[in-house]
């Protein structure tokens, strides 16, 4: 008996036409499993035929070599490249060594991993206390400039990652303005200055030079260049042709008029003569109105007529009469009387 049968290389192949338009649904699905059966059968006594061995208990058939070959969908993947430092083990022979992942520290008395969170706790825990050195500020804060140092070595590492693998895959990096080492040298320094001076719109062309400049040497891929134009060859007859012509455009120049902006225009002008003429008359025959109404609400005078019987005639009759000064404080004093209270 098979006990194991790899079929990825068999592609079995029925040219039979399936008879199922005059079945029945029940009758369909019976067809399908015997024929199933049949074609299942017919592989496995096709796999008998082939040579077989036993290996481990198990019988093994040798398939024969593919006689057809399918295409691919996608393209054979490319070997990834290999990293700078790969290329470097492989000049010098260095294998790769599997690491532990923990470490014993003679401080904590303890193993402590080699990376993760349970490792940077390690350092907390050991790094409680930071020896100022002699020639640093006391005010200073170590954590904080050891965490720094940490941030800048980690971002250089990253930078070199994406400059090898920017070397791998073939892609230029820039050479000016990005500099890993801490002071830049002269021809460094040369070669920015240069590019910067052209950097302008009129590349370069009104930038003064520093006294004692020097010319920095292989930059011409770096600077940029502009592509001279080149003009056509023109006949003197095409070129008087088109002398001519501008000549007429000038002289026989037409005012361009505008028929459905001006008709506009002018039915602009209109409706605002009309809201004028109606806004005007309808001030008009508000004033006439407001005036009647004025006029017809308006009490009558009173005219010079005849003198009422109780009228009082003679200076004076509209006045009070006049009163005698009361005694006391604005009463009238006598010669030789004095005015207070009584002395006691």
Do not use: C
Request: net charge positive.
């Amino acid at each position: 008996m098979v006990q194991g049968v790899s079929l990825i290389l068999v592609l079995p192949a029925d040219d039979e036409k399936l008879g199922t338009q005059n079945l029945v649904r029940s009758d369909q699905d019976k067809y399908l499993k015997d024929l199933a059966r049949d074609n299942a059968q017919l592989l496995i006594n096709k796999i008998w035929e082939l040579p077989s061995e036993r290996i481990d208990e198990a019988i093994v058939v040798k398939l024969p070599p593919p006689s057809f070959i399918l295409p691919r969908e996608n393209p054979v993947p490319k070997p990834k490249p290999i990293s700078k430092w790969q290329k470097y083990a492989q000049e010098k022979g260095i294998t790769k060594k599997r690491k532990s992942k923990v470490t014993w520290d003679e401080v904590l008395k303890k193993w402590v991993p080699n990376y993760g969170y349970k490792r940077a706790e390690a350092e907390k825990q050991k790094d409680w206390l930071i020896e100022l050195p002699g020639n640093a500020d006391p005010l200073e804060d170590q954590y904080a400039k050891k965490m720094d140092i940490k941030k800048e070595k980690v971002a250089k590492n990253e930078f070199q990652r994406l400059k090898n693998l920017a070397v791998s895959k073939n892609i230029k990096v820039p050479r000016v303005g990005i500099t890993t080492a801490e002071k830049s040298s002269s021809e460094q320094l040369g070669k920015a200055l240069t590019v910067a001076k052209v950097s302008t719109a009129s590349l370069g062309k009104f930038q003064a030079k520093l006294p004692k400049e020097k010319t920095a040497k292989k930059v011409g891929a770096l600077l940029p260049t502009v592509k001279k134009r080149k003009q056509p060859y023109v006949t003197p007859e095409q070129e008087k042709k088109g002398n001519i012509k501008i000549l007429d455009n000038i002289l026989n120049k037409k005012p361009k008029l505008d028929v459905e902006k001006a008709v506009n225009r002018e039915i602009f002008r209109e409706q605002q003569h009309r809201a004028l003429e109606i806004r005007t008359s309808k001030i008009r025959i508000g004033g006439e109105s407001r005036r009647s109404e004025e006029k017809s609400n308006q009490p009558p005078r009173k005219g010079r007529g005849k003198k009422r019987s109780g009228d009082k005639k003679g200076k004076g009759s509209g006045k009070r009469p006049a009163t005698k000064p009361r005694g006391g404080m604005g009463a009238r004093r006598k010669p030789g009387q004095t005015t207070g209270r009584k002395r006691r």
